[in-house]
């Protein structure tokens, strides 16, 4: 049943009333002061009391139901009670009254029960406990559940600390004990909470119910927290795009005033933020020459955005009368009427186009006169520009080769397309191509010897084009074939000269060889002996000559050794040969007095430095720089020592030092143990 508070007034007896309402059920507490209502908590109020302290009653801060048990009905109707009985009191009337203000409350209730739950805003309702000191959830609507992501049931009864355990670093519990402790309500403006469940923003506004308990209701503010984030980062972000175009960019009103515009357009008319925002119109900036029909569109673009071009050119004047040429963009910010312009500074690119066509004009003069054949072709493979040179060259007039494909022209010509597919294929790789004469049959039936000098036409690293640059060397090849012709017959006769010197020099070594064998004298035969190693020396250059595949070089290292063979078998020794020996190409004129060196001071060796018949020769010939050296040394008794290689008046060593000089080079000896000489010349003695 429900708690009645009874208040008896001027001294009216009450306690008849009190116990007519116990028979009834209800619980009664009676009072002489309405203020005492704030302590029992009662679900309605009886006042019973004399119609001149009505009004006084009526205005006193009552937040239940209360009902006036008077005479002059008709008076207490104005004082807004829920009921009025009058006297004499009438125990039915009053259980009828009293039932009548609880059914009201009731009512009442559902209607806030309903509105409790099903409202889109958050409520929470919490019960003060430990002196305000915490707090225990008492409601909690459906909203609410939502956006805590709780269950009502597995939370009512719970400290709030409990459940929203970031809930005192949010701030929020601080509110909740001042609003508990003053009354007063408060808002808790947009705060973010978090703890290891949930995080939001909330907005909350706190009061404080007549019962003592504190309400929250609030909003998850975390979406449009999100999207004040996003609108800031939006507008950060086209605010930084407007800054940043990198063209001069303004934003036009109707009336042609430039409300907005960045750093770009500043450096461009030379005017300042504060200059022009608000204070110019775009008409100041613009030529005469230009300015109406910029008027015109500016109108028509605000009547239909089709009507008026979206880009096109024109000339502005900066502050200090400098005209640019400037490129326009330019287009309506919908729902508005307003425009955006977007302007590039085009003044050097025009200029840069005029000296771009200047120069292919003189590219095309210098390539239309150009000694060698010219053609140009497209990344598929087309003519698509060739001079006069290549069209005298191919027998083709120019129309026939325009926009044909290389493949269809080829067989015209008898043009081997897989050599030319080749040379573009490593032009593309970067590969150096030498260069090689072809040849074609062009439309008059003549044969065409040629050079081709591919080259591939790049814009950004990407293949544009080729070029082909066709040099026609028809005379030159024809020459040149009759000098190699000629060439190789001289070739041909050198070989066969020497062929001849060898053997007129075999003839008169085999002479010599007959001579000897007559000769009693040793000493005559000695001599005659050393002119055949003489002559065997000079006839091995120049079989070498006549057998190697140039006429005009010799293979040094080769002839070394078979000099020195043939010696060491002549003599009949039986010494050790040590050789180190540079593949050397060495001509005629170095060759023989080389050779003939190396005979003379090889055959001292063999003869003299080993009495026992025993040891070892060494020969190195070895390139350094520019300069050839040569060593010769044994490991025999060394030189007798009144001889001094340099003043001697023996002829081998005589012929030594001439042939040195005639090498233009110099010779150095040690000897004991051994003799070793050191010959230093130059390679190339014509230079």
């Not at 908590?41 to 048990?69: G, N, Q």
């Not at 095309?364 to 150009?370: D, M, P, S």
């Not at 640059?469 to 024809?478: G, H």
């Not at 070989?495 to 000897?516: F, Y």
Request: hydrophobic share 35%.
């Amino acid at each position: 049943m429900f708690d009645i508070f009874l208040v008896e007034d001027a001294g009216l007896e009450a306690s008849d009333l009190k116990e007519k309402l116990e028979s009834l059920g209800f619980t009664v507490n009676v009072a002489s002061e309405i203020e005492n209502v704030k302590e029992f908590k009662p679900d309605i109020v009886l006042i019973y009391t004399t119609p001149e302290r009505m009004i006084e009653w009526s205005v006193k801060d009552l937040t239940v139901p209360f009902t006036f048990l008077i005479d002059f009905k008709d008076k207490a109707v104005f004082t807004g009670p829920h009921c009025c009985i009058d006297k004499p009191l009438n125990l039915e009337e009053i259980k009828q009254c009293t039932h009548f203000v609880f059914n009201k409350i009731i009512l009442e209730e559902e209607r806030y029960k309903n509105l409790f739950k099903y409202i889109d805003t958050c409520v929470a309702v919490y019960q003060p406990v430990d002196n305000g000191k915490d707090f225990i959830i008492k409601d909690f609507n459906r909203a609410a559940e939502q956006t805590e992501q709780v269950k009502k049931e597995n939370i009512l009864g719970k400290r709030v600390t409990e459940i929203f355990p970031g809930v005192e670093d949010f701030g929020l519990l601080e509110v909740f004990k001042r609003v508990y402790k003053t009354g007063n309500p408060e808002h808790f403006p947009i705060s973010y909470y978090k703890d290891d469940r949930i995080s939001g923003w909330r907005d909350n506004f706190v009061y404080k119910l007549p019962s003592g308990e504190i309400v929250a209701v609030y909003k998850d503010v975390t979406r449009q927290k999100q999207l004040e984030e996003e609108l800031k980062e939006k507008e950060q972000l086209y605010r930084s795009i407007f800054d940043n175009t990198g063209s001069a960019t303004a934003i036009i009103e109707e009336d042609t005033t430039i409300s907005l515009c960045n750093k770009e357009f500043e450096e461009l008319t030379g005017y300042s933020k504060e200059e022009i925002e608000g204070k110019k119109s775009w008409t100041k900036f613009v030529v005469e020459e230009d300015l109406e029909k910029m008027k015109r569109y500016h109108k028509l673009r605000r009547m239909d955005l089709s009507l008026a071009p979206r880009n096109y050119t024109f000339k502005l004047r900066d502050r200090w009368g400098k005209i640019r040429d400037i490129q326009l963009t330019i287009g309506m910010i919908p729902g508005t009427g307003k425009s955006v312009a977007s302007l590039v500074d085009v003044t050097e690119l025009r200029n840069a186009e005029r000296k771009i066509r200047e120069s292919r004009e003189k590219y095309r003069a210098v390539v239309e006169t150009a000694p060698n054949g010219v053609l140009i072709f497209d990344k598929f493979g087309r003519v698509v520009e060739v001079n006069k040179r290549a069209l005298e060259i191919s027998g083709f007039r120019k129309e026939e080769l325009i926009g044909k494909d290389i493949k269809e022209l080829a067989p015209r010509v008898r043009i081997d397309l897989v050599e030319i597919f080749d040379l573009f294929e490593r032009a593309i790789k970067g590969e150096k191509i030498k260069e090689k004469v072809r040849s074609f049959t062009n439309l008059k039936g003549e044969k065409i010897y040629y050079i081709a000098y591919p080259s591939i036409l790049r814009k950004n690293s990407e293949i544009m084009g080729l070029s082909l640059i066709i040099e026609d060397v028809t005379e030159r090849y024809k020459a040149e074939k009759k000098i190699k012709e000629s060439l190789m017959e001289k070739e041909t006769l050198l070989r066969e000269i020497h062929h001849r010197v060898k053997n007129n020099m075999q003839i008169i070594q085999s002479l010599l060889s007959l001579q000897a064998a007559r000769m009693k004298e040793e000493e005559t035969q000695r001599l005659l002996q050393e002119c055949q190693g003489r002559i065997r020396a000079m006839s091995m250059v120049h079989e070498h000559l006549y057998q190697s595949e140039t006429i005009a070089k010799i293979n040094i290292k080769e002839y070394i050794e078979k000099l020195l063979e043939d010696l060491v078998i002549l003599y009949k020794a039986k010494i050790k040969k040590k050789l180190k020996i540079e593949k050397i190409q060495l001509d005629l004129d170095t060759a023989i007095p080389l050779g003939l060196i190396i005979n003379e001071l090889a055959t001292n060796s063999i003869k003299y430095a080993f009495p026992n018949g025993k040891g070892t020769i060494t020969i190195k010939l070895t390139k350094q720089k520019n300069k050839i050296k040569l060593t010769i040394a044994d490991d025999g008794i060394g030189l007798p020592e009144n001889i001094k290689p340099e003043k001697t008046e023996t002829l081998g060593l005589k012929l030594v030092n001439i042939l040195t000089k005639q090498l233009n080079g110099k010779i150095t000896h040690k000897t004991k143990p051994g003799t070793k000489f050191k010959i230093t010349f130059p390679q190339n003695l014509k230079n």
